[in-house]
């Protein structure tokens, strides 16, 4: 089955500055790739996804890379403010199995005004 | 906010109490799910309804019995659970097509402490 490793597991950054979490993916067949954040206290909420036709895709100050050949993702925030600051989750979805969505380990990201 | 409803928001439980959580959401989604999830860890998988009916059990003991009693609603039915059964249950639901798009929308959870 789909496994997905997440790096790193924890994240700080000055406020303004940029923050990337890595992902990678082991099913080729995968091809649709949500990030989550997950607020404290909150349930994890889709913000940005991408799937396997699309190379990059960009909404405001965060955007989604995906390297199909690599089997790499990538979520890149810019600009970043205290309210980034939440646990990250990348996920893999294969056609094959539209109901399991495979999480990564995760990504705390601390954004330090 | 969130357009799934969890209720309750915590629940502490013996490990000789019934009691249930419930779910509902009113976007028209026809998969329902319940995930578990431990602190510092991502949502673990635990069953899917699609249409209604059970379409995932990911190997889930027994004493947790999910019920679908109709689109809008999912309840997880908690029995003689253990003190590591104490996690946040998430639901969540998502739109089906020729299958389910894969785009989750989650609950706040509920909370569960088992003593």
């Known amino acids: 089955g789909e496994n997905v490793e997440q790096h790193p597991s924890t994240l700080s950054v000055q406020e303004g500055d940029s923050a990337v979490i890595k992902c990678t993916y082991s099913d080729s067949a995968s091809n649709y790739f949500p990030w989550y954040k997950q607020e404290l206290g909150k349930g994890p909420q889709l913000i940005i996804d991408?799937?396997?036709?699309?190379g990059e895709k960009k909404d405001q100050r965060i955007a989604v890379t995906l390297n199909k050949t690599a089997k790499h993702f990538s979520l890149h925030i810019t600009e970043t403010q205290p309210e980034d600051s939440a646990v990250y989750f990348c996920a893999a979805v294969s056609p094959t199995s539209y109901d399991k969505v495979i999480f990564g380990p995760g990504t705390s990201l601390s954004v330090i005004p | 906010d969130t357009e799934v409803t969890q209720t309750p928001k915590h629940l502490v439980m013996g490990m000789t109490n019934k009691k249930s959580l419930k779910c509902e959401q009113h976007?028209?989604?026809?998969?329902m799910y319940w995930y578990k999830q431990k602190a510092k860890k991502p949502p673990e998988l635990m069953f899917v309804?699609?249409?209604?009916?059970?379409?995932i059990n990911e190997s889930v003991p027994s004493r947790f019995s999910p019920e679908c009693p109709n689109s809008s609603l999912l309840n997880l039915h908690l029995h003689a659970l253990q003190p590591e059964d104490s996690a946040l249950y998430l639901c969540a639901s998502s739109q089906v097509r020729d299958r389910a798009t894969g785009e989750l929308f989650f609950g706040e959870g509920s909370r569960l402490t088992v003593l």
């Open positions: 976007m028209g989604h026809r998969a």
């Open positions: 309804y699609s249409y209604e009916k059970l379409s």
């Open positions: 991408i799937r396997s036709n699309v």
